[in-house]
């Protein structure tokens, strides 16, 4: 019995997987955060474009 909780005590692959989770989740949010951001900005870039085309006269 000794030895097992030995063995467990120095078993740190859970704490690696743990970590591991940590950072994947770290790397979502930086994901979502940035891409909301880019979509806002995109949404902007394509409604000014389009009220330009809407408002610009036409060349004959």
Do not use: C, H
């Not at 949010?29 to 951001?37: K, R, T, Y």
């Amino acid at each position: 019995m000794t030895k097992f909780l030995t063995k467990l005590r120095k078993n740190d692959d859970g704490a690696t997987a743990i970590e591991y989770g940590l950072i994947a989740a770290l790397v979502a949010v930086a994901l979502i955060i940035a891409l909301g951001q880019f979509g806002t900005d995109l949404a902007a870039l394509f409604t000014g474009l389009s009220g330009q085309v809407t408002t610009a006269t036409p060349t004959t």
